[in-house]
Structure formats: structure tokens, C-alpha cells
Nanobody, 123 residues
């Protein structure tokens, strides 16, 4: 069982920033596309952002484009999600996930998941 471990969630006010981190086992991190997804109660898990391993090409959901930034440290096997200008509708459990090298936004491509970290944005 591959274990991805997210951290950095919390309770913030609208307009604040948070930085999520996800530690990934090296054998999983190597060559994987890394993604962030989020889920609120009663809704399907949705794509937030992803980043390729070597090119570091990034993809974003329209709802977070310009506010969130995904990055990765390939030496430390860690992926980050910098979230700025947070809004109440960003409130969700955020999940880190790993996929094969050709993945982009499709949740079906992501096979390894973390347990999630709660982000709550108050108005």
C-alpha cells in the first residue's frame, strides 16, 4: 500500500493563503504525474491541479487558475499546492494523488492517494 501524506490544511479567512504539502514514497514519486483533488460532502471528488515530473508542465481547474500554484521538489519527493486568495467555496478535503507519466486531469488515471487534509475558509 503506497502511502502519500498530506499536510498544511487548516482554518483560514477568505483572502488568506495556505500551502499544502504531500510527501510521497520515492518509488511512487519518480516519473509520476502528481495531482491535487478536492471533495466536499455530497459531491464528487474534483480535479484541482497537476504537474508532470520532468517538464513540470502544470494543469489547473478553471476555478483555481490564477490563485493556486502547484509545484514539486523532485529531490525531496514532495509536491506542494500554494493556495492564495482563498474563498469559502474552496472549503474541502484536499487529496494528493499520483498517476502515470501521461496523466493530466482525469481522476481515473490516479491510482495512489493520500488520506486528505481539511481546508476550511470562513467568510
Amino acid at each position: 500500500q503506497v502511502q502519500l501524506v498530506e499536510s498544511g490544511g487548516g482554518l483560514v479567512q477568505a483572502g488568506d493563503s495556505l500551502r499544502l504539502s504531500c510527501a510521497v514514497p520515492e518509488r511512487t514519486f519518480s516519473s509520476s504525474v502528481m495531482g491535487w483533488f478536492r471533495q466536499t460532502p455530497g459531491k464528487e471528488r474534483e480535479f484541482v491541479a497537476s504537474i508532470k515530473h520532468y517538464s513540470r508542465v502544470t494543469y489547473y481547474a478553471d476555478s483555481v487558475k490564477g490563485r493556486f500554484a502547484i509545484s514539486r521538489d523532485n529531490d525531496k519527493n514532495t509536491v506542494f499546492l500554494q493556495m492564495n486568495l482563498l474563498r469559502p467555496d474552496d472549503t474541502a478535503v484536499y487529496y494528493c494523488a499520483a498517476a502515470g507519466p501521461f496523466a493530466t486531469r482525469d481522476i481515473a488515471d490516479y491510482k495512489n492517494w493520500g488520506q486528505g487534509t481539511q481546508v476550511t475558509v470562513s467568510s
